[in-house]
Structures are given as structure tokens and as C-alpha cells.
């Protein structure tokens, strides 16, 4: 499958000009969606690539041409991810407000939801979403465990801006939780998205069989636990000022289970609730897992390549606490590679599947190679 490399490799979505933030907010970014790319078609992607106005031309003229000779990439290219992801932000916000409503004891509901409502990319709800509507599911069964996702990805963030932690001052472009309501009430807040993020599975989803549901509680219980993200934080922070003592292979392991674990159990709860069979979640899973180290391969990159503004949280922090990262490891250049190479794989994953359905997931891998933030 060529699509990624014959989209924009990620070296140049992270630092053409023409995908700078600046162009990015003027031209796109909209007002409750924090997903946005700079293009809405493959077709203007590959258009943007060439400097001069002849080349664009060129480029356009062959990007339809071989659009027309591949399947999946013209409905990749037909898919307006924009409005795509505008709708599902909004959709995704409002049901968060709606499952968390203000509630006594308001100390610890307010600095739930001050942290759930931020803003964020909600890209793990809009995967859990994606992949139940690819397997033929109803979007409608796959939304508590789209927003399980988010309450339990802010609960990591609200536990890893934490003093004992990474110590972070600012996340989301707003002071960190426990910055506005102190460290213990943080700590809480963080423990009851925890728990509130399995009793809103069970609770909300409706017109699933039981044993799905279960399935979909056992996938994030793992996600989450010390064979998931907890995992992944331990290694993470024992690994700390051992500098170059820390290989490939250790980051690689702090990388897959502290942030890809998530967003596989995303994609494929999203799946469970739509009726996947073992083949649909095997090939999921590994779409899930390639978009999920390159997720977090990029975030390295982004680290040291991007400025606090546009990340919303402390760029450069890896660099300043000499912590290992792919950029550290492998070079600047190799790891845009990577990532490449990952968002390549997630592309094959999905080869059988009908890329009109596909174009979703196939949308949102192509969104984590050129995130900005
Ligand atoms: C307490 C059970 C339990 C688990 C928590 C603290 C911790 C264990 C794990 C840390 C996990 C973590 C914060 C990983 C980083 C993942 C990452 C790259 C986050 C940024 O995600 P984005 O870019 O953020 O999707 P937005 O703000 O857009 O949602």
C-alpha cells in the first residue's frame, strides 16, 4: 500500500510552511473541532508537496490520475475529513457534557469536568466510533465507550501533569488539574474518571449483547492496568536519567503500553460493540497498534520540533529532562521514517476492507502522521 508515501511523508507535514499552525488556524481550525488537517481531499495533498505553480499542476493531474487506478485512495481522497472531524468533535463534546453533569460533591466533579471538557483531539472516541461504523455496527451503541476512552485518556493526562509525575504546568493550553484545584483533589479527580469510565460503559451502553460489553470492559481494563498504561508510566519513570542506558527496545515497550495500548483498546471496543468478527479485531488491532506507536513517535518528534503555543503543553520538556525518545535515539530524520513506516502499516491493515468504509480510519491514520499538536 503506497497511500502514506505518496501522501506527505511525515518529514514534510511537520515542517512544510504551507502546514504551519499559523495557515492552519487562519485557513481551517474550527471552533469545537480540535481535529483538523490542512486539506480536506489526497488530490490538494499531494498538490501542496511541489513549490512551483507548474509542478502543483503536474501534481494534481497525476495525483487524479492515480487516484483513478486505486480504489482506497480515491476514497480517501473523496472523504472530507474536516467536516468529518468537526461533526464527530461536536458529537463526541456533547456527550461528554451529558455523562458528566455537574454533581455533588462539586470539588471533585468540577475538576473532573474542567479537565474531560478542555478541549483535546478526541481522536480515541472518533477511532472508537470509526471502527464500530467499519464493521457495520451503529454508531450510536459505540458512543459510551467512545467517551470511556476520552474520560480515561484525560484521567492519564490529569495523573501524568501531576508533581510525582511529569510535573507539568499547562496541558490543553490551560493550567494543569491540579494547578486550578491542588494535588489531592487532582489525584481524585483522576481516580473517579478512572471508575467512571467502566460504570459508563456498563451503564450506557445499550442494545449490546451483555457479552460484548464485557469483552469491550476487559480490553480497557487491560489497556489501562500495569499490562497497559500503567505499565507503560512505570518503565516510563524508572527509566528517568539513565540517558542512553535506555535502548530501542525499552522506549519502544514505554511507547506501545503507555500511549498505543489506549488507542488499540479505542478501535477495538469501538469494533466489539459493531459486531466485529476475530479477523475484523485481529486486523484492527493492527492498524491500532501501528497508529499507536507512531502516535506517540511523532509526539516526540512534535517535542522537539514544535513550540509550547501550538502543542498546549511544554514543548521541548524531553530535551530539558535529557529523557530518551525516538528523535533522541534514532535522529530527527529516521524517526519521521518511522513514522511513516507505521502509518504505511496501518494503510495495509485495512487493505480488504471497502475503502469507502475504511476511509475514516484511513482519514484518521493520515491525521496522526501530520498532527500539529
Ligand atoms: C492511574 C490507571 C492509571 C493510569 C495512568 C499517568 C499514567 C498512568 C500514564 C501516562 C499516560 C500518558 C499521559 C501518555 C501520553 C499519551 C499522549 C501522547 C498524550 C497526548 O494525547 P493527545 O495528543 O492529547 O491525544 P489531547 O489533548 O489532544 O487529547
Do not use: W
Amino acid at each position: 500500500m503506497q497511500i502514506g508515501m505518496r501522501l506527505r511523508p511525515a518529514s514534510e507535514n511537520l515542517h512544510s510552511p504551507a502546514c504551519s499552525l499559523g495557515s492552519l488556524e487562519k485557513q481551517q481550525r474550527l471552533p469545537s473541532s480540535n481535529i483538523c488537517l490542512k486539506q480536506s481531499t489526497v488530490a490538494s495533498r499531494a498538490c501542496t508537496q511541489h513549490r512551483s505553480k507548474r509542478s502543483r499542476c503536474q501534481a494534481q493531474v497525476h495525483a487524479a490520475a492515480d487516484l483513478a487506478e486505486k480504489p482506497a485512495e480515491a476514497s480517501l481522497a473523496d472523504f472530507d475529513f474536516e467536516k468529518y472531524s468537526y461533526q464527530r468533535s461536536k458529537m463526541i463534546n456533547q456527550a461528554l457534557d451529558k455523562a458528566l453533569p455537574m454533581a455533588y460533591p462539586p470539588d471533585v466533579v468540577e475538576s473532573m469536568r474542567y479537565s474531560l471538557l478542555a478541549g483535546g483531539k478526541r481522536i480515541r472516541p472518533a477511532l472508537c466510533l470509526a471502527a464500530c461504523e467499519l464493521v457495520g455496527g451503529d454508531l450510536e451503541k459505540a458512543i459510551p465507550s467512545a467517551c470511556a476512552m476520552e474520560m480515561l485518556h484525560t484521567m492519564s493526562l490529569i495523573h501524568d501533569d501531576l508533581p510525582s509525575m511529569d510535573n507539568d504546568d499547562m496541558r490543553r493550553n490551560k493550567p494543569t488539574n491540579h494547578k486550578v484545584y491542588g494535588e489531592d483533589v487532582a489525584i481524585l479527580a483522576g481516580d473517579a474518571l478512572l471508575a467512571f469510565a467502566f460504570e459508563h460503559i456498563a451503564r450506557a451502553t445499550k442494545n449490546v449483547p451483555a457479552e460484548r460489553v464485557v469483552q469491550v470492559i476487559c480490553e480497557v481494563g487491560k489497556a489501562v492496568g500495569a499490562e497497559g498504561l500503567v505499565g507503560g508510566q512505570i518503565v516510563d519513570l524508572k527509566s528517568e536519567g539513565l540517558g542512553r542506558g535506555v535502548g530501542l527496545e525499552t522506549l519502544q515497550y514505554i511507547h506501545e503500553h503507555k500511549t498505543a495500548a489506549l488507542l488499540e483498546a479505542s478501535v477495538v471496543s469501538g469494533a466489539i460493540v459493531g459486531g466485529a468478527n476475530p479477523q475484523q479485531i485481529e486486523d484492527l488491532r493492527k492498524y491500532s497498534r501501528s497508529i499507536g506507536l507512531a502516535f506517540q513517535v511523532v509526539d516526540d518528534i512534535l517535542d522537539c520540533t514544535s513550540t509550547s503555543e501550538v502543542l498546549g503543553k511544554t514543548a521541548g520538556k524531553d530535551l530539558a529532562t535529557d529523557k530518551t525518545t525516538y528523535p533522541s535515539l534514532l535522529g530527527l530524520e529516521r524517526s519521521k521514517e518511522v513514522a511513516d513506516e507505521l502509518i504505511n502499516a496501518a494503510h495495509d491493515a485495512l487493505a480488504s476492507y471497502d475503502p469507502l468504509k475504511a476511509a475514516p480510519l484511513r482519514a484518521l491514520a493520515e491525521f496522526v502522521r501530520s498532527r500539529k499538536n
